[in-house]
């Protein structure tokens, strides 16, 4: 799990996100771990692996967090790791998988799955929801 390298397609690891949460980089690095254990192969710049982007959204006072991961296909080989994920402490409220299978510059592509719990998360600023 990285950061694009500027200018490039290489991925540079992190093991930390600084511009991440505290809550959503433990969402991200669990589930890295999950899918590592499982050796399900990142996407790389020919898409010939399954996981692409992991999408991480908490609100500001991290008490809600919803996750998308976006893979290049909809693989079984994905549901062990993902029910582990998802039965442990680290799990977001909602989960979702988005299916993106183009060469192309956006980050996510137009089928996404549901997968459990919440479809956003609710920021409140002053007396705004």
């Known amino acids: 799990m ?21 809550h959503g980089n433990r969402i991200a690095f669990a589930l890295r771990d999950h899918l590592q254990r499982a050796r399900i192969s990142a996407a790389g710049p020919e898409l010939e692996g399954l996981v692409r982007h992991l999408i991480v959204r908490t609100t500001f006072h991290e ?3 919803v996750a998308m991961l976006v893979v290049t296909r909809n693989d079984k080989r994905l549901r062990a790791p993902i029910r582990a994920f998802l039965a442990s402490a680290e799990r977001p409220e909602g989960f979702f998988v ?13 089928r996404t799955l549901k997968i459990e719990g919440a479809a956003h998360v609710r920021e409140k600023t002053g007396d705004i929801s």
Not at 3 to 20: F, Y
Request: glycine share 8%.
């Open 2 to 22: 990285g950061h694009s390298q500027r200018g490039s397609s290489r991925v540079v690891a992190v093991e930390e996100c600084p511009v991440h949460s505290p």
């Open 63 to 65: 008490r809600e967090a």
């Open 98 to 110: 988005n299916i993106h299978a183009e060469d192309s510059s956006y980050m996510v592509g137009e």
